[in-house]
């Protein structure tokens, strides 16, 4: 599974911006997907999965929204009310599991993409 992700921008807080990836290689429908982020100087965390449930961080839940279009291979976050503290590479990432109990770990997934930036200033 090859993934691309793009959408990322400098963005003032308060505002909104969508990331997406798009995935490649093998049947999309299949997976499970997930959205992790890591900012300056920290290590990758969990923000958001879609498989038979939808998951969030308590960091972005209410603000964020994670959705999927199977007949694009391609998975979104949509981020509203953004703040200084969202900024970092998000990153997607593909679980061949579809519902797991680890989704929080990075080890629970098989397949990441590049990242794209997203910085919000304050």
């Known amino acids: 599974v090859q993934l691309q992700a793009s959408g990322g921008g400098l963005v003032q807080a308060g505002d909104s911006l969508t990331v997406n990836c798009v995935a490649s290689?093998?049947?999309?429908?299949?997976?499970?997907m997930a959205w992790f982020r890591q900012g300056p100087g920290t290590g990758r965390e969990f923000v958001a999965r879609?498989?038979?449930?939808?998951h969030y961080s308590d960091a972005v839940k209410g603000r964020f929204t994670i959705s999927r279009d199977n007949a694009k291979n391609t998975v979104y976050l949509q981020m509203n009310s953004l703040k200084p503290e969202d900024t970092a590479v998000y990153y997607c990432?593909?679980?061949?599991?579809?519902?797991?109990?680890?989704?929080?770990?990075?080890?629970?997934?098989?397949?990441w993409g590049q990242g794209t930036l997203v910085t919000v200033s304050s």
């Open positions: 990432a593909v679980d061949q599991d579809f519902e797991t109990n680890r989704y929080e770990q990075t080890v629970a997934y098989e397949f």
């Open positions: 290689g093998r049947t999309f429908s299949n997976y499970a």
């Open positions: 879609i498989g038979w449930n939808t």
